[in-house]
């Protein structure tokens, strides 16, 4: 005997019904502490020493970027991440976030849920009310007996008017920049999607703390106008293996450009890295060159 549509209709509501019940369980608590404040982001002095020490394993499993609270009109939070950590006994975890000018560390933020003994499941919601105007990058350390590892993510969101965005680089004027032959850089990826052009690779200067710096794209145009575009460097231990070196860790980059900036011909493209303290600007003696 067929099920009549309407008996249809009414089953798929309750399915839905319970499905959005079953994930507001899950997620109030986290909800409430992002609305209320409870989780929120504390500013750290500039200098706070936080050096990568060893990459820890993890996967993403979703990657939301929330604007606004769709819980409460005008009240803003980002949706930090949702990954599971390769680590054994659901060691306390710590979250930073860090822009060009700020450092913050994520208040309250250890939360897990659906534990495994390998791989519990983490997901952070914190207010970015009180953040300064920004673009700003996930750090994670992770304790482990009485030390920790530490790698600065991918995970980059910008901090505008009406909430965190995602990050899309735009041009900037960036200061002249030195000429060092002990940086070295490498484009291990170009390629268009969607109207952006992404660009992947790696820069690092020998025997120096690339935590201590912020890495750029330069990219010049056929005719010499030349625009830089802010990349945030993220850790790459692949990298520091290559090296030898764990100061090297922090080096990968990964930035979306609008195609829009870039028009057709033969471009010459250098990634240059300025100091967080002293400001000075160092930039590679050679380019890498690309048909647009």
Request: charged share 20%; with cysteine.
């Amino acid at each position: 005997m067929r099920a009549l549509p309407g008996r249809k209709s009414a089953w798929a509501a309750y399915l839905l019904f319970v499905a959005l019940f079953f994930v507001y369980l899950v997620n109030a608590a986290r909800v409430y502490h992002a609305l209320s404040g409870k989780i929120h982001a504390v500013k750290l002095r500039p200098d706070f020493p936080l050096y990568p020490k060893g990459q820890f394993g993890y996967s993403l499993f979703m990657d939301p970027s929330m604007v606004n609270s769709p819980f409460a009109e005008g009240v803003e939070f980002k949706a930090l991440f949702w990954r599971a950590l390769f680590a054994a006994g659901n060691p306390p975890l710590r979250a930073f976030l860090r822009s060009t000018d700020a450092l913050y560390e994520v208040a309250a933020n250890r939360q897990s849920f659906w534990p495994q003994k390998h791989r519990p499941l983490m997901q952070f919601f914190v207010s970015t009310a009180g953040l300064e105007k920004g673009i700003y990058q996930l750090g994670l350390y992770l304790f482990e007996g009485t030390g920790g590892r530490f790698e600065w993510t991918r995970h980059v969101f910008e901090k505008a008017d009406g909430g965190p965005a995602e990050y899309v680089a735009r041009p900037l004027v960036l200061g002249p920049a030195r000429i060092s032959h002990d940086l070295k850089f490498r484009i291990e990826g170009l390629w268009e999607t969607k109207g952006l052009i992404e660009i992947r690779g790696w820069v690092a200067v020998d025997n120096v703390e690339m935590s201590d710096y912020d890495g750029y794209i330069k990219i010049e145009s056929p005719a010499g106008v030349a625009k830089a575009f802010y990349a945030p460097l993220y850790t790459r231990m692949d990298i520091a293996s290559m090296y030898e070196d764990p100061k090297a860790a922090n080096c990968g980059f990964r930035i979306r450009i609008p195609k829009s900036e870039i028009g057709a011909g033969r471009y010459s493209i250098k990634v240059a890295v300025q100091h967080r303290k002293t400001h000075e600007i160092f930039e590679p003696a050679r380019a890498w060159t690309k048909n647009f």
